[in-house]
């Protein structure tokens, strides 16, 4: 892998799997939209690619028809729609059309840089009657206009002099990819977008509105091609797909530069999404593109100052993890309308749905290090409130609110109830993300403001699922994060996490009552201290479930009756489960798809005592695939906590380059955005031991074998501390903000300017 800042792949594989993942890999996204990385000529005939272009949060509506038409069962869902391709560029080069696919590419490399935000694309080509050119492809999409996508394309003839002529595509009739087999991406392609404008705004220019068939949503697209010598050019349009053909002389040696600007505007956000097209375009063109560069370099600057995690001592593994923080940034909306899609803005998988993923394993790295962010990660989930509260009646529930399992704007998406709409936990999890802004921030004015509401709704929505039993709070049918083990009575994590909503819930009302500010949210949600005692009661009589004889917390109340799955004996291309067995036959047996007590182990530590973590640990480790790339990061943080130094850098090293070796086969159809925050997880929590709790904020660091030290930096109530560990000790530097009161390795040190603690070894 390349230096410390850019990731590069020379000697570009053309196989059709190896070009798929590339698509994904280098695509460009800034929040807002995301662009694969796809080859501006196109590839021959009958070759799978995934020509996308989206933006977050923009859907249709699909329908989803059940076989079996029970009351309540989702009938349509959300899906995130490929909005118009424009970034298709053609070239020909005296007569001869350039393609990878023929003549001789004697160079080509593709690469990242994560401190520019830009990325390239090289390619020495010579044609099959020996035209030899140098292209190099430039792309952004710019984190200060959000709007906006560049294409920078350089032409170079090396040993001729003659016709360059490009075709400068811009299609707005563009269908989503599909693959009927896979459950993890849509099944059908429809068509979702019918065309209300194209239209030719200037030279070299040119216009697409196009309206979903089912959301009542538009998205405009605005392309302007900008050459950099004198061109002929004319145009060619049928129906809503435009292109303009653009012809140059170029001497040898000379290189002529096309640069592509595209904004992508939609109407969720604007009220007239043409109008701010044109606006954006507007101001792209007000600079040249080289200050947009800059900018872009910016404010990269200033994420990687705030967010960096740096590893001295290997530095594929730097790079790697790099890469994966750079692709949160890419992917985190930054307003209520989007939030973080399980494959961010990189590609179609699982149809650009936001699940529990935000936060329990993105949300964390925005917690610590953007606030911001992480507030406007709950702004979208306070906007879709409503929609979780419809969500819990259509469920039965008199009361509260239940987030849907998976959502664009609100609705549940998931067809499958049993390892879909049964995930309350996700309740849970939202609750948790609010409670971990609030300790890191103690922003009590946004407490009031929004987070109150979420934490008291999903508490009631607990109250009218579970009931007291014989003195204890049960909550039964449910399902976990295992999603290999379906409606079960007590899951052990979902239990843990009921308990922390329902403390919080009494927690945030006694704070809000102490500042003065519950009035106005307990007036709108009619909540009293009769229902807030009643929560305390559940609370304390949550039952969390414990097997005496193996002295660990069962998954739930019957996994632990069944037969273990063999899996040290199943066929290594029986992996993953889900895509080979049928969903109940998995269901019978004690098999793990991911962590799932073992999460609560790391989320809920405090709950058992590090006997029983380790118990059940050891136990889970022999029953779990982890086909989903949620599992390994989270094995990793709780085998560091158990002192198991070995085991937690095999699991982080398993998860930390999952996407850049296309460890789960599934890369092409986008990025593990979880898995990526999880592996930040894995370095922060996990060998760093940070923990955010009530008490404060904890470390309990060690350095990993083979590294030399790693540096991270926390922004913690106003605070920004950095931390570095090395073999022997840890330095905790406070950057800015006043003194701190630390745990260190379960001792309170008092933070004042520099503090230096000898490893634990
Ligand atoms: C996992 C879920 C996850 C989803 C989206 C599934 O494979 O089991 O926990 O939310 O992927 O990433």
């Known amino acids: 892998m390349s230096s410390q800042w850019v990731y590069e792949i020379k000697g570009l594989d053309l196989d059709n799997p190896a070009c798929l993942v590339n698509e994904t890999i280098f695509h460009n996204a800034n929040g807002y939209i995301g662009v694969r990385s796809n080859f501006e000529e196109g590839y021959p005939q009958d070759y799978d690619t995934i020509r996308g272009s989206y933006i977050n949060g923009f859907y249709d509506i699909a329908k989803m028809p059940q076989a079996e038409k029970l009351c309540g069962l989702v009938e349509e869902k959300q899906t995130m729609l490929n909005v118009a391709d424009t970034q298709t560029i053609q070239l020909e080069i005296n007569g001869e059309v350039f393609s990878m696919f023929r003549g001789t590419v004697e160079e080509s490399s593709r690469s990242l840089d994560m401190a520019r935000g830009i990325t390239c694309r090289r390619v020495v080509w010579t044609s099959p009657l020996g035209h030899k050119i140098n292209l190099t492809v430039r792309r952004m999409a710019s984190f200060k206009l959000k709007p906006l996508f560049t294409i920078e394309y350089q032409v170079e003839p090396v040993n001729f002099s003659g016709d360059t002529r490009l075709v400068s595509g811009h299609n707005g009739d563009v269908r989503n990819y599909c693959n009927p087999n896979d459950p993890r991406v849509a099944g059908e392609s429809f068509v979702h977008l019918k065309g209300r404008t194209a239209r030719i705004p200037g030279q070299g220019e040119s216009l697409i509105v196009m309206d979903t068939v089912s959301s009542g949503l538009s998205v405009c697209t605005y392309v302007k091609n900008v050459c950099s010598m004198p061109v002929q050019m004319s145009r060619e349009a049928k129906g809503y797909s435009i292109s303009w053909n653009i012809h140059a002389k170029v001497e040898q040696g000379q290189t002529f530069t096309l640069t592509k600007y595209t904004v992508f505007t939609d109407s969720l956000r604007y009220r007239d999404c043409e109008d701010a097209a044109c606006k954006a375009m507007e101001e792209a063109l007000s600079v040249p593109l080289i200050r947009w560069y800059d900018w872009q370099k910016e404010y990269l600057d200033v994420f990687w100052n705030q967010s960096a995690l740096d590893i001295e001592g290997d530095d594929d593994l730097a790079l790697a993890v790099r890469y994966n923080l750079y692709q949160l940034i890419q992917s985190a909306g930054r307003d209520k309308y989007g939030n973080i899609a399980a494959k961010g803005l990189s590609g179609e998988g699982y149809e650009g749905h936001y699940f529990w993923d935000t936060e329990m394993y993105m949300q964390p790295f925005f917690t610590l290090t953007n606030p911001d962010i992480s507030r406007n990660l709950i702004d979208y989930r306070y906007e879709i409130l409503d929609g979780a509260r419809e969500n819990a009646r259509i469920l039965g529930h008199k009361k509260g609110a239940l987030y849907p399992w998976r959502t664009i704007s609100g609705k549940e998406c998931s067809g499958y109830f049993p390892s879909g709409s049964a995930q309350y936990h996700i309740n849970g999890d939202i609750a948790y993300a609010v409670v971990a802004y609030y300790l890191a921030t103690l922003d009590l004015g946004y407490i009031a403001e929004k987070g109150a509401e979420i934490v008291f709704e ?71 201290r009769e229902e807030i005692l009643e929560f305390s009661r559940a609370e304390k009589a949550m039952y969390l479930p414990y097997d005496e004889e193996l002295g660990i917390n069962p998954q739930d109340d019957s996994f632990l009756q069944k037969k273990k799955w063999d899996i040290a004996n199943t066929p290594k291309d ?131 074998g083979p590294w030399k030290a790693y540096t991270f930096k926390v922004c913690y109530r106003g605070r920004t501390i950095k931390v570095r560990v090395d073999e022997e000790k840890t330095v905790f530097v406070l950057e800015s903000g006043e003194r701190v009161s630390l745990w260190i390795y379960d001792e309170p040190c008092l933070l004042e300017n520099v503090l230096e603690i000898p490893v634990k070894k």
């Open 458 to 528: 999903t508490a009631r929505l607990w109250m009218d699922t579970g009931n007291f039993y014989k003195g204890r709070f049960l909550i039964n049918d449910v399902t976990g994060p295992d999603e290999y083990t379906c409606i079960v009575n007590n899951n052990y994590y979902t239990n843990a996490c009921a308990q922390y909503n329902l403390h919080w819930a009494v927690r945030f009302w006694e704070l809000l009552n102490q500042a003065g500010l519950l009035e106005p949210v307990a007036k709108k949600l009619e909540l009293t």
């Open 574 to 704: 029986h992996f993953p489960l889900l895509l080979h067995y049928h969903p109940l036959y998995i269901y019978r047996f004690q098999v793990c798809k991911q962590a799932d007590t073992v999460l609560a182990h790391f989320i809920f530590e405090d709950a058992q005592d590090l006997e029983t973590i380790r118990r059940s640990f050891a136990y889970y480790e022999t029953v779990t695939t982890h086909d989903s790339s949620l599992s390994t990061c989270i094995y990793s943080i709780v085998a560091s906590k158990l002192g198991e130094k070995e085991k937690a850098y095999t699991y982080f090293g398993d998860s930390a380059k999952l996407d850049l070796f296309n460890l789960h086969h599934n890369t092409k159809d986008g990025i593990h955005t979880a898995n990526m925050g999880g592996n930040y997880m894995a370095v922060v929590y996990g060998f760093g031991g940070l923990r955010l709790k009530e008490s404060g904020l904890h470390f309990a660091p060690y350095l990993p």
